[in-house]
T-cell receptor, first 116, second 112 residues
């Protein structure tokens, strides 16, 4: 079974430029999460989707961040415009009630964003 | 609000020794799950072990065990017979209503 796929793995941009990250969850997983992990910290939830509906976006900075999950499968996270403080690793995770473990989340390799 | 505290920023352990990574948590919700994840330098979060708040016995998965002390709100990870490949960041996390909250992590280095 393929794991969570993310692209790109690395991205370097100038501040004020836009950037987008893509995530393909594990097949059959209806819940998708985007996290941001700052250097030396644990991941922090940005947004959670149940199928195509964003059910928790309370931590998403909506002035510059946006996300979508069309057809309840792949998801895209966008930042426009990027700021220096957005430099971090952006992790995507997915889960399903069928995993048998309370809310076990499977993580992708992440996208490391550097804003210059 | 949920909070996870990991007080050990870094640990050095001799190969083949056992190691305990500390984790305390805080929540007012009676139903929660506790997780440990390993994050190697490649960046991917790897699930290690899970403990439910109503589970009576401590969870075990191979060389990993979770020392769950509910009254003290602690969920320490014990790795037996450490290996060089265990060198990584380790994160404790708690799930309440499907929201996962992570601690700041412990960097474990295994010395040959």
């Amino acid at each position: 079974e393929a794991g969570v796929v993310q692209s790109p793995r690395y991205k370097i941009i100038e501040k004020k430029q836009p950037v987008a990250f893509w995530c393909n969850p594990i097949s059959g997983h209806n819940t998708l999460y985007w996290y941001r992990q700052n250097l030396g910290q644990g991941p922090e939830l940005l947004i959670r989707y149940e199928n195509e509906e964003a059910v928790d976006d309370s931590q998403l900075p909506k002035d510059r961040f946006s996300a979508e999950r069309l057809k309840g499968v792949d998801s895209t996270l966008k930042i426009q415009p990027a700021e220096l403080g957005d430099s971090a690793v952006y992790l995507c995770a997915s889960s399903s009630v069928r995993t048998g473990i309370y809310n076990e989340q499977f993580f992708g390799p992440g996208t490391r964003l550097t804003v210059l | 609000a949920q909070k996870i505290t990991q007080t050990q920023p870094g640990m050095f352990v001799q190969e083949k020794e056992a190691v305990t990574l500390d984790c305390t948590y805080d929540t007012s919700d009676p139903s929660y799950g506790l997780f440990w994840y390993k994050q190697p330098s490649s960046g991917e979060m790897i699930f290690l072990i899970y403990q439910g708040s109503y589970d009576q016995q401590n969870a075990t998965e191979g060389r990993y065990s979770l020392n769950f002390q509910k009254a003290r709100k602690s969920a320490n990870l014990v790795i037996s017979a450490s290996q060089l490949g265990d060198s990584a960041m380790y994160f404790c996390a708690m799930s309440v209503y499907e929201k996962l909250t992570f601690g700041t992590g412990t960097r474990l280095t295994i010395i040959p």
